[in-house]
């Protein structure tokens, strides 16, 4: 028995999320059915995090069981000729049996991108979320900062988190500007929220940025997130960002 570790990308706009679902679409049902069609082998193959639908990955890091003998620099290639353009394998190796995508994983970021200005940007269109109103960039970003650290995030996950402790540390938490005009529209930028943390609960990241984004509006004044994070309540935070524009970007062991 083999356990072959891998890292994939892949643009989740089309999907259901990646874990496997009935209606078999889903990043893991993919990679699953392009394994079999290689080896003939049925594996279930464990990600370090089970991003929802429409949620991408720049770096997800995989691992499955496997008795085929293939050497592990092949696996990239063959799977990716077997796998539909929107997922790609960037790296395989053979890890020690006892390595666990998720559970042996150390440290994950996550990055949220805005879009803001006038217009929406064809050309990212599926990444980041359009806000044509400006935002105030120096308030999210004192916001930000409150997160940073050991907390109870019950403010900030889905009601319907089934997690016994919904206490995480957050390591980082950083907001980007990158200028990035568009005709007719001198002032659009790219914000660029990134996180990083011990684990996230479910929709975790999108609520932050969902807050966030009143925060940038003016709804609500940066010293709020602090007290919406000790309130412990769902009802206290902003809406859940729109998934496209959340993206699993490094996954980090020891």
């Not at 394998?89 to 006892?98: D, I, R, S, T």
Request: aromatic residues 8%.
């Amino acid at each position: 028995m083999r356990n072959i570790a891998m890292v994939i990308g892949y643009d989740g706009t089309g999907y259901s999320g990646y874990q496997t679902q009935p209606s078999g679409n889903t990043i893991q049902d993919k990679l699953e059915a392009a394994v079999r069609a290689l080896t003939g082998e049925t594996v279930k193959i464990h990600g370090s995090g089970r991003t929802d639908a429409g949620v991408h990955a720049k770096a997800q890091v995989v691992h499955f069981h496997t008795e085929s003998r293939i050497p592990a620099e092949r696996w990239s290639l063959a799977l990716n000729t077997r796998l539909p353009d929107d997922i790609v394998v960037y790296k395989a190796w053979e890890a020690p049996l006892e390595f666990h995508s998720r559970k042996s994983a150390k440290r994950k970021t996550y990055r949220y991108c805005i879009q803001n200005s006038r217009f929406p940007d064809l050309e990212h269109r599926r990444t980041r979320l359009h806000h044509p109103m400006p935002l105030d960039t120096a308030a999210m970003r004192q916001a930000l900062a409150c997160i940073v650290g050991e907390h109870d995030f019950t403010s900030f996950c889905t009601v319907r988190c089934e997690k016994d402790s919904r206490v995480r540390t957050i390591y980082a938490a950083e907001l980007i500007v990158i200028p990035d005009p568009l005709p007719g529209d001198d002032r659009a930028c790219s914000i660029h929220i990134e996180i990083t943390g011990n684990g996230f609960l479910y929709n975790m990241v999108r609520i932050l940025v969902g807050t966030l984004i009143e925060i940038g509006q003016g709804k609500v004044g940066p010293a709020e997130m602090r007290r919406i994070l000790e309130a412990q309540d769902r009802s206290k935070a902003g809406p859940t960002a729109v998934s496209h524009g959340l993206t699993l970007w490094r996954v980090e062991y020891q």
